[in-house]
């Protein structure tokens, strides 16, 4: 019987700089795909994996994440008072119990790796979920309910795998394959941003992880990696090393990179086709510039 995973951190340390001037005084968490920040498809994909307990890594000028889980009594109060019953029931969605959530801070962005180690006495001696609320995954069954499913049949350490093209695979920890038994895959090692052409394989890990307490330990080394950072992908691969299993998962459903102004941009395109009340209008407006573009060509 495996431990059971009750656990996910959220790393959201990060200067989150490719959206700036915005992350100036905006987190990039809460940036909104339609009307929904990030952090909350994160919390939703959390909660329907059976977490109980949801970790965030802050930092400064993070303040408006904490708000945004917190209740907010005026507002409602004003809401029931004009019978929004709707717009009640989606404020339901973003509130926390109390001690459900904990924030602990990350003093310097050092890495994910690092940010992920800020956590370990809130984790103690259990396996763990990462969570990366940049990586946007949609699809019929939640990714991280996946990665549970086969967590509980290899256990291990079990990462999140998406097949990139060759030129991509430099952006990525990518996985040295052992064994490929189609949607999980065993691994003998991992490479954390290979250089080009010396990626080992095309299964990139993205950012969700179900990881032992053997990757803390190897975070307490603190050793920098790729991009003079603390690297997690070093973690995981190091666990190996002491004899641990790392499994990666080809998830099914689309990833967005909503890290990155052009993934984040198709999300926001591909969620607000999803909604009933805004595809016809979005469609059109679509169409029209695809005509318009084909009608000059
Ligand atoms: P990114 O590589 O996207 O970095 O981090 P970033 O700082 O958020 O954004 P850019 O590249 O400057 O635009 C991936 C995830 O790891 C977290 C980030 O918050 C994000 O969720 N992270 C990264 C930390 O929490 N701390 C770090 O030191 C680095």
């Given amino acids: 019987m495996r431990n059971k995973l009750t656990k996910a951190i959220f790393p959201v340390a990060g200067l989150g700089t490719r959206f700036l001037p915005a992350t100036k005084s905006v987190p990039k968490e809460i940036m909104t795909l339609v009307d929904r920040p990030l952090v909350q498809y994160a919390i939703d994909e959390a909660r329907a994996a059976g977490i109980k307990e949801f970790i965030f890594v802050t930092s400064r000028g993070k303040g408006a994440l904490e708000d945004y889980f917190d209740h907010a009594p005026q507002l409602e109060q004003e809401l029931r008072k004009k019978g929004k019953d709707d717009l009640l029931e989606i404020l339901k969605s973003t509130n926390m119990d109390s001690g459900e ?6 003093n310097k962005a050092l890495g994910l790796g690092h940010a992920v180690w800020c956590a370990r006495r809130l984790i103690g001696n259990e396996p763990f979920a990462v969570i990366l609320p940049d990586d946007v995954i949609c699809g019929d069954k939640p990714c991280l309910a996946q990665m549970v499913e086969a967590y509980n049949e290899t256990g291990g350490n079990v990462v999140a795998a998406m097949e990139v093209p060759a030129d991509k695979a430099s952006a990525y920890g990518v996985l040295d394959i052992k064994e490929d038994r189609g949607k999980i895959v065993s691994t003998k090692g ?4 290979p250089a080009f052409g010396e990626a080992p394989s ?3 890990v993205i950012g ?3 990881l032992t307490p053997t990757v803390l330990k190897m975070l307490n080394q603190k050793k920098t990696g790729a991009g003079g950072e603390i690297q997690l992908t070093d973690a995981i691969d190091a666990a190996r ?7 990666g998962v080809r998830f099914e459903g689309q990833r967005f990179d909503c890290g990155s102004k052009a993934g984040f941009l198709q999300a926001t395109v591909a969620f607000a086709l999803e909604r009933e009340e805004l595809r016809d209008e979005l469609w059109g407006y679509i169409s029209g510039l695809v005509n318009t573009a084909k009608a000059a060509e």
């Fill in 208 to 210: 969700r992880y179900i």
């Fill in 190 to 193: 991992m490479v954390e941003k």
């Fill in 202 to 204: 095309n299964l990139a």
């Fill in 101 to 106: 959530i904990a924030y602990t801070r990350q």
């Fill in 241 to 247: 090393d002491k004899g641990e299993e790392v499994y």
